[in-house]
Every structure is written in structure tokens, then in C-alpha cells.
């Protein structure tokens, strides 16, 4: 058969770290993202007012450039905390742990596809 045959890692010195220092390793690069998508999510929940969130591009708003308040704040809020897990669980779906296991892979694209879907009770940014 003509099988294409792969190195094991891309980084082959990631085979030479200890496990616990290979999975800190990989949420250590993720947590920065989540944090800051987690903690104005939970202010927004238990607050129910959400003030304008800065995209990545200079100019651009995650909900639009006036603050949300009410149910509006809440389910944006939902959405950027379900955004936060998604990163968590892409720093997870890299971990030794999850080689080979096919819902540890899934589960981050499945956590942002929730995170988009519950931006549209949010209703039309402005």
C-alpha cells in the first residue's frame, strides 16, 4: 500500500516534556484568550448589562458599539463564556490525553458553533 507515514508531533521536542508540563503547556497558551472572553461574559451574566466589547480589529464590536442591557447582556454574556470553554477545550483537544479520542477533538468547533448560535437572541448589531 502506498501509506504516507508521519512523524508523531510536529514539534518532536514535545515528546521529550513530561506530561503534566505538556498539558500545562497547552492551556498556558489558550487561558490568555479565554480569560478575556470569560470575564466580561460573567460580569454581563450576573449583571445583565454588557458595555461595548472590542473586537479583534480596531473599530469592530463583538455586539455592536452601544452597551447591551437585560436579557440581550445575559445571552451575549452566555455566548462569550461558551467562546471562553471553546478555547479551553482547544487547549484540551491538544493535550496527550486526548490523542486519539474523537469528541476531545470535536468538542471545541462544536462549543464555538454554540457560542455563534447564541449570539442571535442578541438580535441585529448596531
Known amino acids: 500500500a502506498l501509506g504516507v507515514k508521519m512523524r ?14 505538556h498539558t500545562l503547556a497547552c492551556f498556558l497558551v489558550v487561558s490568555p484568550f479565554a480569560l478575556l472572553l470569560f470575564l466580561p461574559g460573567a460580569q454581563a451574566i450576573l449583571r445583565r448589562h454588557l458595555d461595548p466589547l472590542s473586537g479583534p480589529d480596531i473599530g469592530q464590536y463583538f455586539f455592536g458599539h452601544e452597551a447591551l442591557e437585560g436579557m440581550r447582556a445575559v445571552w451575549a454574556g452566555l455566548s462569550l463564556v461558551i ?14 490525553k486526548a490523542q486519539g479520542k474523537l469528541a476531545l477533538r470535536i468538542l471545541p468547533w462544536a462549543l464555538f458553533a454554540a457560542s455563534a448560535l447564541l449570539v442571535v437572541p442578541v438580535g441585529p448589531v448596531t
Open 83 to 96: 467562546a471562553a470553554f471553546a478555547f479551553t477545550a482547544l487547549g484540551l483537544s491538544f493535550t496527550r
Open 8 to 21: 508523531r508531533s510536529l514539534f518532536p521536542e514535545d515528546d521529550s516534556l513530561p506530561t503534566w508540563l
